[in-house]
């Protein structure tokens, strides 16, 4: 269930997942109970402070730029993570050596900007990714989202041996939201808190990860900040 909290300015979305069980009436065949149990919330009474709370911290206002973003549903909210299916979208990616810092940025927008083989200017997407492809770290690119009806065959190719245009496929991914500035030890320890609870739920975390940044940080509020922690799953099934 998505739904937008309308009263607050900014307008967030609340979203629950779970189970809904109903209760039918064998001799008149109608409904007469109805109970939900939230993915979110241990305790699911009628009344809930537990729910209450969850409800509360979904309020929190995270400064999110207007622009395109790759597309997602979330199959799966949790107290600690989402799970999300992302549909395929092409980046343009060059090689760092840190998940955070601004190391490469230039390079990739530079492409956007008009550094191609046709001068062409594409739009600003959000967010700007890093990713560690292996579980050392050791392996780091920027990734710049381009916009989703562009076609990887018809796009120009990039000016800089070094930078490249790649297809990412997309599936199920589980994400960690936090606000604050992004440094290398805060990604690298919610990486490991997002760990722990996916293998501590059965799932199926890839080697690696993703810190996606909306912001431009020269000009947002570090406690505003949207920041997003990323690890792709081997697998996920809704029970």
Known sequence: MVMKFIPLPWKPELVFTGTSVMGINPESGKFCSHVDFWDSIKTNDYFSVEGLLDVFTQLRYYKTPDLETP????LKRTANYEVRKYSPFIVVEGSV???????????????????????????MTTPVFTEASDAEFSQVSIKICLPLEKDISSLPDPN?????????????????K?????????????????RSNLIRDGLKPKNGCLLARYNDPGRTKSFVMR????IWLEEFTLD
């Open 97 to 123: 050596d840190k998940l955070s810092g601004s190391a490469g940025f230039n390079d990739v927008t530079g492409y956007i900007f008009g550094k191609n083989s046709k001068m062409e200017k594409i739009p």
């Open 178 to 194: 936090f606000s604050g500035k992004p440094t290398e030890e805060i990604v690298r320890e919610k990486e490991k808190v997002l």
């Open 160 to 176: 800089q041996e070094t930078i490249r245009l790649k297809k990412v496929e997309g599936g199920a991914a589980a994400v960690l």
């Open 227 to 230: 920041n997003e922690v990323l």
């Open 71 to 74: 597309k997602y549903e979330i």
